[in-house]
């Protein structure tokens, strides 16, 4: 079996990235103070993964992003994660958690302005077969401070995802001021 | 909820066919969301990729990185830059004529209330031993939105052959 370019791109970078390649979904912006929580709720079935991408800051002292599906708050979730200070390296994880998780964003009290990037992929998030895995990449620097993290997490269970909730730190925080959180859906 | 169009689009793109030291996007449209800056960057010499934003070379620019190297004795490390009058888009070199590649998201650029982040994903293929990848979060000290971003080495130029793509990705409204 020979595999040509998926797309038209001439060159290999160009591979999937064509327009129209994802589609916008939802989006939302806190133009309050802020939020304790964002929820994408109704998603359709018809994209092969979903990608949420963020731009977010913690109203509180806390700083772990995560997120739930399907509103499913039980101890259903695995963690592995790898990441870095700024001074050192280290690997992480759990089981049986109650959320997954994106990473880790800047916080109260960090330097001000001061927000943290996302890329999560719920991959296959509509299969009715397979357990659901995501991957993240998270981050925020802080002019002498930050971390910077992977991490890959499995939510065990066979159902279609149809709603995601986005927590700081499982609703001990909240999401500040300009936080953006938007959720596009991947073609196949 | 319903989707909207596609996004995900092609704002600009260069193939160098000169030998060139800086390769700059500017009058960057701020309709999208996020930009993406996909690169394929080549150099005579070793050499780190780095990005400006709107001109700016003052002190501005910090990053923290993890990296992963797989020669000698293969090892993983982090670090960071702070205060410096540019922003790292790699910590391995783009290198002499072999592949690699960079994709670097410039998260919400256009608004003027937060400082920009960017995340980085790096990865040199060189041959053994002297290959990395390397993932890095970027700050940009400025609440200016991002009309302008230049790509350069950290000596040297862009070997022809070079290859940047800016894509922009709109959220739904």
Redesign the interface.
């Given at each position: 079996m020979s595999i040509s370019s998926a797309k038209s791109g001439g060159?290999?970078?160009?591979l999937a990235?064509?327009?129209?390649?994802?589609?916008?979904?939802?989006?939302v912006l806190v133009s309050a103070s802020s939020v304790g929580l964002i929820e994408?709720?109704?998603?359709?079935q018809?994209y092969k993964h979903l990608q949420i991408?963020?731009?977010v800051?913690s109203s509180t002292a806390n700083a772990n992003f995560t997120f739930q599906l399907n509103g499913d708050g039980g101890s259903n979730y695995s963690n592995h994660n790898?990441?870095?200070?700024?001074?050192?390296?280290a690997a992480g994880g759990g089981t049986s958690e109650t959320a997954g998780y994106c990473g880790w964003i800047a916080q109260s009290g960090s330097?001000a302005?001061?927000?943290?990037?996302?890329?999560l992929d719920i991959l296959d998030y509509a299969n009715t077969n397979k357990y659901k895995t995501t991957r993240s990449?998270?981050?925020?620097?802080?002019?002498?401070?930050?971390?910077?993290i992977?991490n890959s997490a499995c939510w065990m269970s066979t159902a279609p995802v149809t709603s995601v909730t986005l927590k700081v730190s499982l609703g001990s925080g909240g999401f500040a001021q300009?936080s953006?959180i938007?959720?596009?859906?991947i073609k196949g | 909820?319903?989707?909207?169009?596609?996004?995900?689009?092609?704002i600009s793109s260069s193939?160098l066919t000169t030998t060139t030291a800086t390769v700059t996007f500017s009058s960057i449209p701020s309709t999208y969301?996020?930009l993406v800056l996909?690169a394929?960057p080549l150099s005579t010499n070793n050499r780190d990729v780095i990005l400006r934003f709107n001109s700016d070379t003052g002190t501005n620019y910090?990053?923290?990185?993890?990296?992963g190297y797989g020669g000698g004795t293969p090892a993983?490390?982090?670090?960071?830059t702070?205060?410096q009058g540019f922003m790292y888009a790699d910590y391995y070199a783009a290198s002499n004529t072999t592949?690699n590649?960079r994709q670097i998201?410039i998260?919400?650029y256009a608004?003027t209330?937060?400082?920009k982040?960017?995340?980085i994903?790096s990865s040199n293929a060189n041959a053994y031993p002297s290959g990395g990848v390397e993932?890095?979060?970027?700050?940009w000290?400025s609440?200016a939105a991002i009309n302008t971003v230049a790509v350069s080495l950290s000596a040297d130029s862009f070997l022809s052959g070079s290859?940047f793509?800016l894509?922009g990705?709109?959220?739904?409204?």
């Amino acid at each position: 079996m020979s595999i040509s370019s998926a797309k038209s791109g001439g060159t290999g970078i160009s591979l999937a990235l064509d327009n129209n390649y994802m589609e916008p979904i939802a989006s939302v912006l806190v133009s309050a103070s802020s939020v304790g929580l964002i929820e994408f709720l109704d998603i359709p079935q018809t994209y092969k993964h979903l990608q949420i991408r963020s731009n977010v800051r913690s109203s509180t002292a806390n700083a772990n992003f995560t997120f739930q599906l399907n509103g499913d708050g039980g101890s259903n979730y695995s963690n592995h994660n790898l990441y870095g200070t700024g001074s050192a390296t280290a690997a992480g994880g759990g089981t049986s958690e109650t959320a997954g998780y994106c990473g880790w964003i800047a916080q109260s009290g960090s330097t001000a302005n001061a927000f943290g990037g996302g890329v999560l992929d719920i991959l296959d998030y509509a299969n009715t077969n397979k357990y659901k895995t995501t991957r993240s990449l998270c981050g925020s620097d802080l002019n002498g401070s930050g971390l910077i993290i992977m991490n890959s997490a499995c939510w065990m269970s066979t159902a279609p995802v149809t709603s995601v909730t986005l927590k700081v730190s499982l609703g001990s925080g909240g999401f500040a001021q300009y936080s953006r959180i938007s959720l596009y859906g991947i073609k196949g | 909820m319903a989707a909207k169009t596609g996004t995900y689009t092609l704002i600009s793109s260069s193939t160098l066919t000169t030998t060139t030291a800086t390769v700059t996007f500017s009058s960057i449209p701020s309709t999208y969301t996020d930009l993406v800056l996909v690169a394929n960057p080549l150099s005579t010499n070793n050499r780190d990729v780095i990005l400006r934003f709107n001109s700016d070379t003052g002190t501005n620019y910090s990053i923290t990185f993890l990296s992963g190297y797989g020669g000698g004795t293969p090892a993983f490390s982090s670090g960071r830059t702070t205060s410096q009058g540019f922003m790292y888009a790699d910590y391995y070199a783009a290198s002499n004529t072999t592949q690699n590649i960079r994709q670097i998201n410039i998260m919400d650029y256009a608004n003027t209330t937060t400082y920009k982040t960017a995340l980085i994903r790096s990865s040199n293929a060189n041959a053994y031993p002297s290959g990395g990848v390397e993932t890095l979060v970027g700050l940009w000290r400025s609440t200016a939105a991002i009309n302008t971003v230049a790509v350069s080495l950290s000596a040297d130029s862009f070997l022809s052959g070079s290859v940047f793509k800016l894509y922009g990705i709109e959220a739904a409204k």
